[in-house]
């Protein structure tokens, strides 16, 4: 029997950020990602929204001996789910899952509880490695909440798996900022 999957759609997609080596570019059907907020954490982060319109890029990963406990510790604000509509380079079809915040705890990115630049910086990092420039580009089409405020935290990183950024990267994230009229605070 092969370990199960997961579809990382945000932080998951930059390899630095995990350990999860049996990794393969993928796409689902069916999902945007959103910047969101539940209670009881500072910040918003990103969740995956139910549209069926929509197909985000992502990386499936291999849950080393199907044992989810260190994932389900990291993704701890996320229910995780069957997922459906997958793409891969696989010959094979592995059990997937999602991970997602419940809609009814979710809620929209506020002053007290903001996006942080060093979390996009990661996730940009991570698409550009994965699915280049078009990607990063389809990321930030594919994602709502951009009118949410974000803190600019990149010189004192907040976001606890924060990554050191090229300065191409820097202004790779801060044009498509720019494009989608995000507001920093």
């Given at each position: 029997?092969t370990?199960?999957?997961?579809?990382?759609?945000?932080?998951?997609?930059?390899?630095?950020?995990?350990?999860?080596?049996?990794?393969?570019?993928?796409?689902?059907?069916?999902?945007?990602?959103?910047?969101?907020?539940?209670?009881?954490?500072?910040?918003?982060?990103?969740?995956?929204?139910?549209?069926?319109?929509?197909?985000?890029?992502?990386?499936?990963?291999?849950?080393?001996?199907?044992?989810?406990?260190?994932?389900?510790?990291?993704?701890?604000?996320?229910q995780?789910?069957?997922?459906?509509?997958?793409?891969?380079?696989?010959?094979?079809?592995?059990h997937?899952?999602?991970?997602?915040?419940?809609?009814?705890?979710?809620?929209?990115?506020t002053?007290?509880?903001?996006?942080?630049?060093?979390?996009?910086?990661?996730?940009?990092?991570?698409?550009?490695?994965?699915?280049g420039?078009?990607?990063?580009?389809r990321?930030f089409?594919?994602?709502?909440?951009?009118?949410a405020?974000?803190?600019?935290?990149?010189?004192?990183?907040?976001?606890?798996?924060?990554q050191?950024?090229?300065?191409?990267?820097?202004?790779?994230?801060?044009?498509?900022?720019?494009?989608?009229?995000?507001?920093?605070?």
């Amino acid at each position: 029997m092969t370990s199960p999957f997961f579809f990382g759609y945000g932080s998951l997609v930059n390899r630095a950020t995990h350990l999860y080596s049996q990794a393969y570019p993928a796409q689902i059907k069916g999902w945007r990602r959103a910047w969101r907020h539940v209670e009881g954490r500072e910040v918003a982060f990103l969740t995956a929204v139910p549209d069926q319109n929509s197909t985000i890029d992502g990386l499936i990963a291999g849950v080393p001996d199907g044992d989810w406990s260190a994932l389900d510790a990291r993704e701890v604000w996320y229910q995780r789910d069957i997922a459906k509509d997958v793409s891969h380079t696989l010959t094979s079809t592995p059990h997937i899952e999602i991970y997602h915040a419940p809609e009814a705890l979710h809620r929209h990115a506020t002053a007290p509880h903001p996006v942080l630049l060093s979390y996009i910086d990661v996730v940009v990092q991570g698409y550009l490695s994965e699915f280049g420039e078009n990607g990063v580009a389809r990321f930030f089409e594919t994602t709502d909440g951009w009118d949410a405020p974000i803190k600019n935290d990149r010189n004192t990183p907040i976001y606890p798996r924060h990554q050191k950024l090229s300065r191409y990267q820097k202004k790779l994230v801060d044009l498509h900022l720019n494009r989608v009229c995000a507001k920093r605070i």
